[in-house]
């Protein structure tokens, strides 16, 4: 790839960073407010306001990390960068993704009508247990880490000393680490909350067709209120489906290694990796009233700012 391009790429992912921290950066501010003024935050808003301060850190400790391993490749591998960087990175994509899934099953037990009594009383229980299962995701994201922590532990400590095990060299021994200790882990990390939230689609699109069949059979029209929340729903859930399959496909070609920084597709897939945390923010903005409402006072505002600037 010419270098011009591989300029381009990297620009459109710094920019696509920068938006994405606007955004988590604003779903944070305005919770943040709504948190002191009124001393709690319902279930949805909490799990909100954590999956956007997870995001908003994730996309800094991103982007440090991808610049220092694309300049500084031999570094990043052999030295304490890979450490600094990596492990950080490890524990919030995992956090994101445990929270993204929490508020999708959310969605699922507010919206889907199903009668069955397992399911009556995990829709009574579950916004008591938020706050519980968004700490169980830390503990888990953390646990997570210290595996990944060994694991790079033991290829610094292999650089460093540069001695062969069990007959093998430095190379060889990293490949084996890298091909069956760390992908089965970031494949485990990224599979167990992505059935979650799988699972609460599935749930939801099951109760919308039982709702619309229903709906025909009493003669009544979909755009009634239930109906028109389940679309609502299924449109913010489908949207977010896409781009998490996006991202989580692209995670596993980067954790695969087939997209080094001596690529020339490293940049594009960095922006597919980036491209959840960036843009579904924006969706949750605009498909959340209260967000909805502060951000379009942002905007009158910047407008008028603006307006009295050109005159």
């Known amino acids: 790839m010419h270098p011009e391009f591989t300029v381009l790429f990297m620009l459109l992912f ?75 990175w490890v524990f919030l994509n995992s956090v994101t993704s445990w929270f993204g899934s929490w508020l999708s099953v959310l969605f699922c037990m507010k919206i889907a009508n199903f009668t069955h009594p397992a399911f009556l009383w995990l829709k009574w229980r579950f916004p008591r247990w938020v706050p519980w299962l968004l700490l169980g995701s830390l503990l888990t994201s953390f646990t997570v880490t210290l595996l990944f ?17 069990r007959n093998m060299t430095y190379h060889q021994w990293s490949r084996i680490l890298e091909m069956y200790y760390f992908l089965p882990l970031k494949m485990i990390t990224l599979s167990v909350p992505g059935s ?25 029209s979909l755009q009634d209120p239930s109906g028109q929340a389940h679309t609502r729903a299924l449109k913010s859930l489908v949207s977010f489906l896409v781009l ?14 087939f997209c080094s920084s001596e690529s020339d597709w490293y940049w594009p897939w960095q922006i597919l990796v980036y491209s959840c945390t960036s843009i579904h923010p924006f969706i ?3 498909g959340n009233l209260r967000l909805r409402g502060a951000f379009g006072q942002l905007i009158l505002l910047a407008r008028g700012f603006w307006m009295a600037e050109v005159v």
């Open 14 to 88: 710094v920019l696509l960073c920068i938006l994405g921290l606007l955004a988590n950066g604003f779903i944070v501010l305005v919770l943040s407010r709504e948190w002191v003024q009124r001393g709690r935050l319902l279930p949805s808003d909490l799990i909100l306001f954590s999956l956007g301060l997870s995001r908003f850190c994730l996309q800094w400790v991103g982007m440090g990390n991808n610049f220092y391993y694309f300049l500084h490749l031999v570094d990043y591998c052999s030295g304490p960068a890979r450490q600094f960087f990596g492990l950080p």
């Open 149 to 165: 922590f060994s694991g790079n532990h033991a290829l610094y400590k292999g650089s460093f000393t540069r001695k062969p095990f």
């Open 196 to 220: 979650v939230f799988l699972v609460s689609i599935a749930l939801l699109i099951h109760s919308l067709r039982r709702h619309a069949w229903r709906m025909q059979r009493s003669g009544h």
């Open 244 to 257: 998490y399959i996006l991202s989580f496909v692209s995670l596993i070609i980067d954790a695969a290694g």
């Open 284 to 286: 949750l903005i605009l």
